[in-house]
């Protein structure tokens, strides 16, 4: 792996907005539009959401969010990774830095909503150990959705 960097962002960040962008864009690719969750960088700008972004050379290559609204779990939100930069171990270095600020909480459960035709997320995520799950907080069961959440020890 390169000299990668993580730094905390706004979601409303002009690269990081087209990073979301981009997820938004390839997930209407692959689902009808009602099962796409779009969530616009504005809504995603919270005190309850950290939002950290992997940087090479200050080259913005992946972003991920996790959400600290609900007092029972965390979410991770927008999760991506630009094509070319898939490989290099950014989704780990984000996901495991997405961990760390929920044990810093001590928040024990994160969950997660992905598609099923996502697969390398789902391979991302159940390398890290999170274990298929049923739709929680306001989601819907659909045929789309996969559901993912993973305890952590503080």
Not at 8 to 37: G, M, N, W
Not at 122 to 145: C, R, V, W
């Given at each position: ?9 706004e ?13 938004d864009?390839?997930r209407?690719s692959?689902?009808?539009l ?10 995603l700008?919270s005190?309850h959401i950290?939002?950290l972004?992997?940087y090479?050379d200050d080259q ?10 609900e007092?029972d779990?965390a979410?991770?939100?927008?999760m ?5 930069a898939?490989?290099?171990g950014?989704?780990d270095?984000l ?5 760390q ?5 001590q ?6 909503e992905?598609g099923?035709f996502q697969e390398?997320?789902i391979?991302?995520y ?13 989601y819907?069961?659909?045929p ?6 993973k305890s952590?020890?503080?």
């Amino acid at each position: 792996m390169t000299n990668i960097l993580l730094r905390t962002v706004e979601p409303t960040e002009p690269a990081i907005r087209s990073l979301i962008e981009a997820l938004d864009e390839y997930r209407k690719s692959l689902y009808p539009l009602q099962f796409t969750l779009l969530i616009s960088p504005e809504k995603l700008k919270s005190p309850h959401i950290v939002f950290l972004a992997a940087y090479e050379d200050d080259q913005v290559l992946g972003c991920g969010g996790i959400d600290f609204t609900e007092p029972d779990y965390a979410e991770i939100r927008k999760m991506y990774v630009k094509p070319a930069a898939r490989g290099k171990g950014i989704g780990d270095l984000l996901l495991n830095a997405l961990e760390q600020q929920a044990r810093q909480r001590q928040y024990c459960l994160i969950c997660l909503e992905t598609g099923k035709f996502q697969e390398p997320a789902i391979g991302l995520y159940q390398k890290h150990g999170y274990q298929p799950s049923k739709a929680f907080g306001s989601y819907q069961e659909n045929p789309y959705s996969r559901y993912y959440s993973k305890s952590l020890e503080l």
